[in-house]
Each structure stands twice: as C-alpha cells, then as structure tokens.
C-alpha cells in the first residue's frame, strides 16, 4: 500500500515539478533554508571562537586595568587576595624609522609574563612560531608582522625611540592577553620592562594592567574590593561579560531582527502560495476520491509529496548554505582573527529539520483542508474558506514560533510586531475608504479608472490580502533598507567635516608647546586647539553606571573607559543647545555638566541627573544642566561633556589638548621629528582615519548589499505569488470583459490601473508602517537618533509604486492571455 | 427599424483548420453564411464538428484560415472587429463573477462603458428577468436557472446588436432550459438583436428561425429546412 502510494507521490510530484507555483514554493523555501542554516553555522562558529578566546586566550583569571600605577597598598591589599600579579604597562605610540612612521601600541613586560597562556614568536616574516616563556630581554623588542612591514625593519635592525636604540630581534605572533583589549587591530610592539622605564612617559598616559591568578572566591573578593577603592579602573574576569559581548550583542539584534523579518517575508510568500496549493491539490484529492481512494490515503500521497520536494531541495541547500557559510566565515575573519570555517553537521541537521517543521506547519492547512472536505465539497469547492482560515491561523503560528524561539530579543520582536499589527491595520482600513471613497467619487465619472475602483472595492476581500502581502513585504523591505542606510550614516557621521588634516587627540601641556613651535617653524596652520582632563564616569545619582544602564551602546561601551571633559564659559561654537541652560560667564557653581544629546538619549539621562567624576584620583559630582549636539561649520573637536571653567579651580588633574593641523602632503613625513621626541603624542591623519572608516563602511555595504538583495527577491517572489494565487480569477475578469466586446488592451489598462491603486495603498501603508517601526525600534534597540527623511521615503514611494506595478502588470500577462474560447471551453 | 440599418455579419468561403500533432485537422471549409441582426440562429451538430470555432469567427473574436468575413452596418461594409462592441455573449457556465452580486455582474459593462446609471439599468434588466427579489445575491446564493437569468441580462444590458450564446441551457434542468429559451428569445425580439446560439438542444433549436446543422462528419453544414447551404 506504501509503496503505491510512493508511487503515485512521485509521479504527482514530478507532475507538478514544473509548474510556477511549486517554482516559487522551491524559491522561498531555498532561500529561507541556506540564510538560516548559514547564520546558525557562522553564528555557532563565532560563539565557539568567542568561548574559546575567553578561556584559553584570556591570559589571566581577572584583569584590572586604569591609567595610574596601584599605590603600595593597593598592591599588597590586591596581593593577598589573589595567587599571582603580573604587570604589563602600555601605550599608544607613533615609531618612526628611516622616514617612515606607524601608530602602534607599545607594551612593556617583565620577565614574569605571561601568567597563563602561551606567548608565541618567531624569527622571521615567514618562520615557524616558537613559544617563549618569557618576553624580550632588555635592550631588545619584537614587533608584530605588519609593524615590522610597515617600518621596513629586519631583523637585527635597530630601533629608536625617544632616541634609545633598541634591536629588533624577533617577530611577535601573539600574546595571551591581547582579548582583553577587545577588537582592537593596534599594530604592537613588546619589550622590556626596564627598557620602557628608561623613556619617562607620562605615569598617567600609560596603561597599567595587573594580570591576576585568583580563584572564584578571590574573583568574587577583587570585584568588591575594586569597586570600593579603584572604581574608576576596569576589570574584566571569566565569569563576567566578554569584551566583544556589546558589539557582538549588537550584531545579534541585527542579525535576529534581519531573520525575524526574513521569515515573515517568506510566511506572506508561502501563504499565498498555500492557497493555490490548495485548489490543486483539491482537485487531484477529488478525483481519487471520486475513483475510489479513501481520504487517508489522498493525504498520505499529499504528504509523501512534501516530504519528496523538501528532500530533493535538501542537496542544493546545504551546498548553497555551505559556500554562504564559508563565504562569511572569509568575510569576518578581519575582526575575529583566526575564526576557521567548520560544518556543524548535528546543527545543520537540526536547522534543517526545525526548518522543515515550520513549513510543515503551513502545509498543514492544506492536508487538514483534503482529510476534511467530501467528494462533493471539492469538487464544489465549498471547504477553501475553512481551510483558508486555517491557513491563515498556521502562518500566524509559525511566525509566533519563530517570533518566541528565534529572535533572542523579545523587547525587538514586540516592537517589530506591534509595528506590523499596526500596518495591517492602517492597510485594512484605508484598503476599504480609500476604494470606497474613490468608488463613490468617481461613480459619476465615465472612464477605466471608476470601473478599476468599482471592481476592487466589489472584490475588497482579495484585493484586501493581495496588499496586505505586497505592502508587508514592502514595509519590511523598506524598514531594512532604512535601517541599513541609517546604520550605514551614522558611521559616516562619524566622518564629520576637518578643517584639518591632522588630528591631535591628545597632547600635554609641553607636548602642545612643542606642537606650537613645530608649526611655526615649517608654517603649520594650527586650526583648533581644546583642552581637556580625562574624567571616569563612575556612578549616575548614586547608582553604579553598569547597574544604571543596562542597555548596550557605543556610548555605554567609551564610558567603560575615561572620556575627555572639556571645559568652557560659553557655548561652543561647534555647538548648539539641545535642552537645558548653559551656564553664565564665571558662575559661582562650578558643579554643572553639559551632555552631549546622543549620549543623553543612549544611557538614559535627563537634566539634573548627577554624574559622579572619577577625576585624578577623586570622585567628583556635577549636575546635569544641558544637552547639546554637534554644529557643523565651526569646527569638528566636539566634546561629550563640558563643565564651566570655574570648575577648574577646585580640580587638580593633567591638562591635555586636542588640536588639529593642515599640513601640505610633504610635511607629514616632518612628523616623525615630533614622535621622536614626544613618542606618547597621538596624533592620527586624516588618510589614516579615511582608510580605518572606509574599511568598516566596506563592510556595513556588504551586509547591506547582501541583505537588500534577499529581501528584494523575496519581495519579487511575493509580488509574483499574489498575482499567482488571482490567476485564475483575473483571467476569467479578462475573459469576462473580451466578451463584453472590449479589446485586450482595455485589459491592460484596467491590469495597470487596479496595480498602481494596489500599490499606492500598500506603498502608504509601508511608509507608515517604516516610520511607525522607526519610531519604536531606532533608539532602543541601534541606539541611533530617528530622524526620518521624508524626501527619501518619498522617493522610496515613488519607485515602489512604478516596480510594484510593472512587476504586477508582467506577472499577469498570463491573466491578460484570457479568451471568450476559454470561457466557451470551461 | 429600416432595412439599411440592420447589421449583417457575412462569411464568403470561410474554411477553419488547426494543427494538432504534426496534422491537419479541417473543421469547415468554404462556408457562406450570412447572419442578420434580428433574427435568430441555432448552430447543431456532434461534439468537435466546429460549433464553437464558427461561433468565434461569427464574433470576430477569431479569424478563419481562408475566406473573407465582413461586417454591413448602416449600408457600409466594415471588418468584422467593428462588431466587437456590438456583441453579447452566454456561457453554458454563465461565468459570473464570484466576488460580485447579481446587480454589480450585470452593471459590469456598463460601468465599463462607463455610463452613470449602470445599477439603475441593471436593476431594471434583473427585474425583467425576474430576479428582482436577488439583486444583491452572489452567483453561488443562485440557482443554475437564476445564473443564468443574471447571465443574460448582463449579455443585453448594453444592447448589443447581436448575442452570441454557447449552450445556454445545458447546465439546466428541462424546466429551466425552457424558461431560459423564452428569455433569451423574447428579450433578443424585445431589443431588437440577432441572436447566434451553439446547442445540442433540439428543443431549443427548434425555436430558432434558422437552424445550421453540421453533419457528413466535421465538413458540412446544413440549413435545416432548406437545401443544403454548403457541402464540400
């Protein structure tokens, strides 16, 4: 009996191979498959790397790090709670040689480093790695690979810093702790720690970093005693978060949001398809009905069928998911270093398999709709309206599935949910008056585009699901191309105008004088100079600032580390205020702080908040009276926070200046007479920054090209299925009119006129239902300010209009192929 | 109505042939028919003798393989797809639109055609069918005979010079095919159109003026009643 119907499974599949609609079906369901089996392999493949990094990378069981050197108490109290510190101590450095000059981070240890792990080198570019117990002597240094490069050094070359002459005597490979320093891609350099001593950098420019061995009990011990004594110093330790968790918890919410709205994409597509599935499939059921066959067995056959589709896409999808896969793996492995492609054949299995599930779940309307319906409900077709709600509820089911176990962020989903629910809505109700009211306006006005109206607003239900499919998918379609387009120009804002072409992040007081009179000696411009003093944000009204905001962001993520506080009597010219006051010229209170707007909304403040300062040792409060936001046209050295002048009299802590240069294409190779003498002097040109941001713009393009283009064809194939699913019905409308004796072209007129009405409706409901999502999702979830731009989603409206319609005008040539003969055939 | 302004259709050594598999298959060949507005026509025969390609010629909704086909109006002589806004048609399954009630499926052309009092029409043609009382019903709350009713008015509510019907009663009981033969028959007089029908109904062919029949196989066709028109 199985094997018969096997059989007749394979010949009705083979049958039906080729028709469009299982086209479209095997379209959707390869897409689907091959993004999500090749996200949850690259997904899986990173969470493993990260874990691994974590455990064996992390060269220690807790880090602290901060600015200054622990005082001798603070060793011996940090001491006898751990088992092991070591130090490293390092910096941000210009290296000049022979002309050349490369930023990198200078890193000086001593001869009891590293404390876990394994520190690698080798003697040549291309030499095998060795491992070493311990770091460079005195009087040697190894650099990196591509420092080494970029200086055009050898082995054996020496090197100058501060004019002490060091040997280069091997090539660094790694070191166990560079994770705790995040994604950062620093060149770097190690050497001694006696070596490092001998050049006198200022104590607070350098970062102290105490590697310690400790055990959970310790861990626990360190934490609360760091929190009590050094709360402006970092620590990072195994238990607790990793470094790249924020920018990673970030991608995931894209990630999951792109697959959220990627299966509701695919859902619209699948449910249209189902409902012409269905009529075939009721079709074929009725006759072995009608010849015998009992229904259990027109659903067996029907479910063979399924599975024989599912299992011939099988091949092509993993292979498709596995290039993806690897193609991915390429792509990140610049951020993740050493990240390799592995197939995970266990989770492949169960992607596929959960997959296959959800689309069974919409082919259950289908099966359900042929086990309950009689010879004479199919042949009349009397039980689609049962089995088309049904397949309404299936879809709802899935996408409340996927919605719960696939998006990790329940507070996005919602927010992408309600943002829909609410669309559909706004689409239903303006579906139904704009087709009224545009019905009983023209109602006296002859012409095609009253009978258009007329005719949709008669079939107001059709019409109704054909725009709520084509103006979801637009909705998402534009949502995510918005969003990728914002995310992408939040980057490049990052890009703002210099009126220079050197930036000074950071000089000392001597540091800038030497600046000053370096410029005055080759005829440097110096456009802007601010000073500033590194503040630590540590507690908001009392509160820790982790226990504050909870809510990932950039601005979260700099104040982790101490921020620049610039001081001033007025508003910066640069700036302009957002909320609040400013302070008056030589006001007696001292304690007020201006925030800059974006970090305001990021970590959750509002005017008269209290920020506690952790200042050149001690802790400082000033209250929140101004927000302000960045002017463009006065300058691009902006500051985050800004307190008046006066406070300077009761702060006692290093000045630092930001500045920046224009410099002629020749005289950036003077510079290196500056690093020499002032190796912690960081300044960066505005080719380095140009390279850095357009290396990770090149990416973001990429996600968005990738994205866009499956998005897109989604949309196509919904756009095609709900043409798809009215065939039938439009070709007999066509037919219908031909015998009134009108020509075919009246027919693609009308076709044209009831698509450019469809899409206006399902186009407006998008851009409502974009600024809607916009509106909820921007700041909460991406941290980015919404600003939507009604030009462009104006624009957006204008080409979804003109595709919508002629891609619904091409996809309906088979309707518009309609004949009398045919009528007279039926 | 004076003669000159009667509308002809007239089909001088019409031959209809098509290809299937590789052969040529001849329905008709050399045929001289001449239809006038006014009158009715019934087309008999076998299943596959040609019926439904002659009624598509007859329309100008196809043209035949050789032969000439002309349209008189007004005294002048025009291509037969000058007929195409002159012309109803009748389904054997009535074809209604599902979504639309029996009032908006007859105001259809009309609202196509534009005109501003399309329901009011309709309404008064649904009453002349007698289906005053279902205006607002849907094709599937009908029965086959009110359907079809619906179909017809809809096919005469423009009033077309000429109708073309394709079995209009072969999807109805005996009681209802002869309601329908009647008002089809009366409303065609009543208006003033030619009416052209494809029947296997002799009943319904019977009350016909004219009665072609194919008959020696797929290549004649025979005025019943008179000498054989045309016989190859």
């Not at chain 1, 002490?164 to 060149?187: A, F, I, S, Y």
């Not at chain 1, 994409?265 to 009608?290: D, P, Y």
């Amino acid at each position: 009996m199985f094997s018969q119907n096997l059989t007749l499974a394979w010949h009705f599949y083979r049958q039906q191979r080729q028709h469009r609609h299982q086209h479209l079906l095997r379209w959707v369901q390869t897409i689907l498959m091959v993004f999500i089996v090749a996200l949850s392999q690259t997904s899986a493949g990173i969470q493993a790397y990260l874990s691994q990094n974590l455990n064996n990378l992390l060269g220690a069981d807790l880090v602290l790090s901060q600015l200054q050197a622990l005082t001798e108490s603070q060793h011996t109290e940090l001491a006898a709670m751990s088992q092991q510190i070591v130090l490293t101590r390092s910096l941000t450095t210009t290296l000049t040689h022979n002309g050349t000059w490369q930023q990198a981070t200078l890193k000086a240890v001593a001869a009891d480093y590293p404390l876990h792990g394994e520190l690698r080198s080798s003697t040549s570019l291309t030499g095998s790695e060795t491992l070493s117990s311990a770091g460079p002597a005195a009087g040697e240094i190894w650099l990196d690979s591509r420092l080494l490069t970029s200086l055009s050094l050898r082995i054996g070359d020496p090197l100058a810093i501060a004019n002490q002459k060091l040997t280069v005597t091997r090539v660094l490979q790694h070191e166990p702790d560079r994770l705790m320093e995040g994604h950062n891609v620093n060149m770097r350099a190690l050497m001694h720690s006696l070596d490092f001593e001998r050049f006198n950098f200022a104590a607070d420019s350098v970062q102290h970093r105490y590697l310690i061995a400790a055990n959970q009990a310790q861990i626990k011990q360190i934490i609360a005693w760091q929190q009590a004594h050094l709360p402006a110093a970092q620590l990072q330790h195994k238990q607790g978060a990793h470094p790249l968790a924020l920018f990673w918890q970030r991608t995931e919410n894209f990630i999951g949001l792109a697959s959220v709205i990627l299966f509701f994409m695919a859902a619209i597509a699948i449910q249209q398809l189902t409902q012409l599935q269905m009529r075939k499939e009721q079709f074929f059921s009725a006759v072995c009905l009608s010849l015998g066959t009992s229904k259990s067995t027109t659903v067996q056959v029907s479910v063979i069928k399924w599975l024989l589709g599912l299992l011939f896409l099988l091949p092509a999808v993993l292979l498709i998911s596995a290039l993806c896969h690897w193609a991915l793996i390429q792509w990140l492995t610049p951020t993740f270093a050493g990240l390799s492609w592995q197939w995970n054949f266990r989770l492949a299995a169960q992607t596929v398999l959960a997959t296959a599930a959800m689309f069974c779940v919409f082919q259950l309307s289908v099966w359900a709709g042929l086990y309950r319906a009689s010879v004479a409900q199919l042949i009349h077709n009397t039980q689609r309206k049962l089995s088309h709600g049904l397949s309404l509820a299936c879809a709802v089911l899935v996408l409340l599935a996927v919605a719960v176990a696939y998006s990790d962020n329940g507070l996005l989903t919602a927010m992408l949910l309600t943002a829909m629910a609410i669309t559909i809505v706004f689409m239903l109700a303006s579906s139904w008056l704009l087709l009224s009211i545009g019905e009983k306006l023209t109602s006296n006005i002859s012409g095609l585009l009253p009978f258009a109206l007329y005719m949709m607003r008669q079939r107001l239900l059709s019409k109704t699901t054909q725009i709520l499919g084509i103006g979801l998918s637009a909705f998402l379609l534009l949502f995510s191309l918005m969003l990728l387009k914002d995310l992408g120009g939040s980057m490049q804002a990052y890009q703002r105008q210099h009126d220079g072409n050197l930036l000074v992040s950071q000089a000392s007081s001597a540091q800038m004088a030497d600046i000053a009179s370096w410029a005055t000696q080759h005829n440097v411009a110096i456009r802007q100079h601010k000073p500033f003093i590194y503040a630590k944000l540590t507690r908001v009204n009392g509160r820790h600032l982790a226990d504050f905001s909870q809510k990932p962001s950039d601005s979260l993520a700099t104040f982790n580390q101490p921020v620049r506080l610039h001081w001033n009597d007025d508003v910066p010219d640069n700036n302009r205020i957002i909320a609040g006051q400013w302070w008056q010229h030589g006001d007696s209170n001292w304690q007020q702080v201006a925030v800059e707007q974006e970090v305001m909304t990021d970590l959750g403040l509002k005017l008269g908040d209290r920020l506690s300062l952790f200042i050149a040792g001690h802790s400082i409060d000033l209250v929140i009276v101004a927000s302000h936001a960045y002017k463009p046209g006065a300058g691009s050295i902006t500051f985050w926070l800004q307190m008046p002048a006066t406070a300077l009299k009761h702060i006692a802590a290093p000045h630092y200046a930001m500045a920046s240069l224009e410099l002629a294409n020749a005289q950036f190779a003077l510079l290196g007479e500056l690093w020499q003498v002032h190796p912690s002097l960081r300044m960066v040109s505005l080719q380095e920054m140009t390279q850095r941001f357009d290396t990770t713009l090149a990416m973001v393009t990429q996600v968005i090209s990738g994205f866009s283009a499956l998005i897109i064809m989604l949309a196509a194939i919904v756009i095609v299925s709900s043409v798809h699913a009215q065939e039938a019905r439009e070709k007999q409308k066509n037919s219908i009119i031909l015998s009134f004796g009108f020509s075919r072209a009246t027919c693609l007129k009308l076709t044209a006129i009831e698509w450019l009405a469809t899409a206006a409706i399902a186009a407006t409901g998008a851009i409502m239902g974009t600024w809607l999502a916009g509106l909820l999702i921007y700041q909460s979830q991406f941290s980015l300010p919404y600003h939507p731009d009604f030009i462009w989603l104006l624009t957006t409206l204008a080409i979804i209009l003109l595709l919508v319609t002629a891609l619904g005008v091409v996809a309906a040539k088979h309707s518009l192929a309609g004949s009398v003969r045919q009528l007279m055939a039926e | 109505m004076p003669a000159s302004a009667i509308s002809r259709i007239e089909l001088n050594n019409v031959s209809q042939s098509f290809t299937l598999h590789k052969k040529q298959v001849q329905l008709f060949s050399q045929l001289n028919l001449s239809i006038v507005q006014g009158q009715s026509y019934a087309i008999t025969g076998p299943s596959g003798s040609g019926k439904s390609s002659l009624l598509m010629l007859m329309s100008g909704l196809e043209q035949p393989t050789e032969g000439q086909t002309s349209y008189m109006q007004d005294g002048r002589i025009l291509p037969l797809n000058h007929l195409r806004a002159e012309i109803g048609f009748i389904f054997q399954q009535f074809h209604l639109l599902p979504e639309l009630t029996a009032l908006h499926n007859v105001a259809l052309p009309l609202k196509l055609r534009g005109q501003k009092q399309a329901e009011q029409q309709a309404t008064a043609w649904l009453e002349k069918v007698g289906l005053g009382h279902r205006l607002h019903h849907k094709p599937k709350q009908l029965s086959g005979g009110e359907q079809q009713r619906a179909a017809i008015a809809r096919a005469l509510v423009f009033e077309p010079r000429f109708i073309f019907a394709d079995e209009p009663t072969g999807n109805l009981d005996t009681q209802s095919a002869a309601e329908i033969a009647e008002l089809l028959f009366s409303c065609c007089q009543q208006k003033g159109a030619g009416l052209v029908m494809v029947t296997h109904s002799e009943q319904l062919a019977a009350r016909a003026q004219h009665v072609f029949s194919f008959s020696h196989g797929n290549a004649a066709l025979v005025e019943k009643g008179r000498p054989e028109v045309q016989c190859v």
